[in-house]
């Protein structure tokens, strides 16, 4: 996540909350300490190392536009809530076509037909 770095804490905060729905998955806004001043970067879950300062998370009911990143973060909801996530993909016909419009996460396990 090269180029996330920000001079103010409220700036990295903001731009963490874009970040999140841009990339589909938790930032962690850390801090490095120079003499001319303080830096804010934002990680993610993958890129961090020892401590952060904040975390901004992907919420439950987020609409994924790809089934990997749903995947991902239904393992680490699962983990967290020590429940089964399931994903499910929402549908729309237009104009006779099947779509896929965007995925999402479930508690309620698919049904095997």
Same mark, same amino acid.
């Given at each position: 996540?090269?180029?996330?770095?920000?001079?103010?804490?409220?700036?990295?905060?903001?731009?963490?909350?874009?970040?999140?729905?841009?990339?589909?998955?938790?930032?962690?806004?850390?801090?490095?300490?120079?003499?001319? =001043?303080?830096?804010?970067?934002?990680?993610?879950?993958?890129?961090?190392? =020892?401590?952060?300062?904040?975390?901004?998370?992907?919420?439950?009911?987020?609409?994924?536009?790809?089934?990997q990143?749903?995947?991902?973060?239904?393992?680490?909801?699962?983990?967290?809530? =020590?429940?089964?996530?399931?994903?499910?993909?929402?549908?729309?016909?237009?104009?006779?076509?099947?779509?896929?419009?965007?995925?999402?996460?479930?508690?309620?396990e698919?049904?095997?037909?």
């Amino acid at each position: 996540m090269t180029g996330n770095v920000y001079s103010t804490y409220e700036l990295a905060r903001e731009k963490a909350h874009e970040k999140v729905k841009e990339i589909e998955q938790d930032v962690f806004i850390c801090s490095c300490s120079y003499r001319s =001043g303080k830096e804010f970067l934002l990680k993610t879950r993958s890129e961090v190392i =020892g401590d952060y300062l904040h975390i901004v998370e992907l919420p439950f009911r987020h609409k994924f536009r790809t089934k990997q990143n749903a995947e991902r973060e239904a393992s680490k909801f699962a983990s967290k809530k =020590g429940r089964p996530v399931y994903v499910r993909q929402k549908r729309k016909i237009i104009s006779g076509y099947d779509f896929i419009d965007y995925y999402y996460l479930t508690y309620i396990e698919p049904c095997s037909t």
